[in-house]
């Protein structure tokens, strides 16, 4: 059976918008060029590194593993997990008669090295976060993937709407860096981060390096930031939330809708415009209605990651 042949079991059950069922693990285009195989197409076997608590928050975690290869096994490999795809977990817990299956999203891969890592959410009283809550470094775990429909082509320069709901900006992030780190990729991004405040803000340190570039900007929409002018609205104008906030970052005190939207549209002449968006389902549904619109796109335009 070809490795990256799915059934009924690889299926995690809860209603993923990219199900593995329709996005099998895909044949890297990359190894095929470099005559090399990518492990994780099946359940390949990964050692954690390590289990950090992220941004002082004991549920949050970012795991960090790298690929174990067999002993009689040729180093004739890379790990491919593209930008904006994720990859399934499996692991057999006590008390489940089932192995358990959760997709997890990559921030951060390395082709040669064969490592990755996934900033996790733990959901209180989840199976699966429980399970990583309390992994110690150089346990192994099962991978497999990548599994996801989003291609991004550099040839064809577009202005690119990223918007991610709090933990669900990890996996935007090496879709920024894709773009960003190619000098002759002319697409330009509007990279909106939706969460309650700023305490709940990750990764700030890494879009301020993504400022840096001619091609991106970012904006942070807080809902329930407080805010000491007393306003019931307000932006990076506001002396008081000025203070709080980093070095030429933006942000506005309010929900994103189709009219805040609208004002980020990019004015530069590009070849059409997509909308990805990273969240859970009900955040999905609703950023993409208000996209289409703020944008007036078609539902090709619109990935769902
Ligand atoms: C494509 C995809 C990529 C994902 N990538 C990541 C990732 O990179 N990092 C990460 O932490 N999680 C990610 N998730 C969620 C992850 O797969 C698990 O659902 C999560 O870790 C909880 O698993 P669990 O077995 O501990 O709890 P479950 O038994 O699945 O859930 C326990 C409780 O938490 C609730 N819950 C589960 N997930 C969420 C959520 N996201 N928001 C609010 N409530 C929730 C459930 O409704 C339930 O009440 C992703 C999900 C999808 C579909």
Same mark, same amino acid.
């Given at each position: 059976m070809p490795e990256n042949e799915v059934d009924e079991? /690889? %299926? %995690? #059950? &809860? #209603? %993923?918008? &990219? %199900?593995i069922l329709d996005n099998p693990p895909k044949l890297s285009q990359q190894a095929l060029l470099a005559g +090399?195989? &990518? @492990?994780?197409?099946?359940y390949a076997r990964f050692k954690m590194l390590s289990n950090v608590v992220h941004n002082g928050d004991e549920q949050l975690r970012l795991l960090h593993f790298v690929y174990v290869a067999s002993d009689d096994e040729e180093n004739d490999s890379i790990l491919d997990i593209p930008p904006g795809h994720h990859v399934m977990l499996r692991a057999e817990l006590a008390g489940h008669a089932a192995p358990l299956l959760r997709p997890y999203s990559p921030y951060w891969t390395d082709f040669v090295a064969k490592e990755f890592k996934i900033l996790v959410k733990l959901q209180p009283g989840g199976p699966m976060s429980d399970y990583l809550a309390a992994l110690e470094p150089l346990q192994v775990l099962n991978f497999r993937g990548p599994i996801g429909n989003y291609v991004h082509d550099s040839s064809s320069p577009k202005s690119i709407y990223i918007i991610a709901q709090g933990v669900a900006i990890a996996p935007t992030l090496p879709i920024v860096a894709q773009v960003l780190d190619n000098e002759d990729d002319m697409s330009c991004i509007r990279h909106l981060m939706c969460v309650k /405040?700023?305490?709940? @803000?990750?990764?700030r340190g890494r879009l301020l390096e993504f400022a840096k570039y001619w091609n991106y900007r970012s904006c942070l929409y807080l809902a329930h930031q407080k805010c000491g002018c007393g306003a019931a609205t307000c932006d990076e104008l506001c002396v008081h939330l000025k203070k709080e906030l980093r070095y030429n970052e933006r942000a506005r005190r309010l929900r994103l809708d189709a009219m805040q939207l609208a004002a980020q549209k990019i004015s530069s002449n590009q070849n059409g415009s997509i909308v990805i968006i990273a969240g859970n389902s009900t955040f999905q549904r609703s950023i993409r209605e208000q996209a289409i619109i703020a944008f +007036?796109?078609? /539902?090709? &335009?619109i990935y769902l990651l």
């Open positions: 079991t /690889d %299926c %995690c #059950g &809860n #209603g %993923c918008t &990219n %199900c +090399k195989r &990518n @492990v994780i197409l099946s /405040d700023l305490q709940h @803000v990750y990764f +007036k796109l078609s /539902d090709e &335009n």
